[in-house]
């Protein structure tokens, strides 16, 4: 067995070689779009989790008097993060978008995504998104086709078929 864990790219950076984009670039052709094609379809998985827990909520609501209404503005944060939880935290380490176009999320190392990092990772990209879009190009550049929050939160994409 060969040893790994001193493996660095030119920059001195440790990366697992394979997820090396020059030596496996079928790992990572067309993985952009994907993504892109992904996030779509999870954003609408999203969007419909969120509208049932609204639902939810002001039926609660009705119920306590009005007391679980306060839940309200805390229902967006708490259903995006915990479908990325237990999505990329989970066994297919993918989210259901990401799974129906033939990605898979792992840890840089070739470990598996805890869903406290999955929910971490989703933090981040929430984040990215509302606060500086234009992060978001930053896999145009990347070899692996990593966005920031993916460094940030130690994660890469990868095609599974």
């Known amino acids: ?27 990572f052709q067309g993985v952009l779009r994907r993504r892109i094609a992904a996030f779509i379809l999870d954003a609408l998985i999203i969007t419909l989790l969120w509208i049932l827990a609204v639902v939810v909520v002001l039926v609660l609501g009705v119920l306590t008097l009005g007391l679980a209404w306060l839940l309200i503005g805390a229902i967006f944060p708490i259903v995006g993060l915990g479908y990325n939880a237990m999505t990329v935290g989970g066994p297919n ?8 176009m033939g990605l898979t ?27 500086f879009f234009p992060i978001l190009l930053w896999p145009i550049i990347d ?13 890469v994409l990868v095609r599974d078929r």
């Open 1 to 27: 067995m060969s040893d790994t864990s001193n493996a660095s790219d030119e920059m001195g950076t440790p990366f697992n070689p394979a997820f090396d984009a020059a030596t496996h670039p079928e790992l």
């Open 105 to 131: 999320v792992k840890m840089w190392h070739g470990g598996t995504v805890s869903p406290l990092i999955g929910a971490f990772h989703a933090l981040l990209f929430w984040l990215s998104l509302t606060i």
């Open 143 to 155: 070899r692996q086709k990593r966005c920031l929050h993916d460094i940030f939160a130690g994660v």
């Open 93 to 100: 380490q993918s989210t259901i978008g990401m799974r129906q």
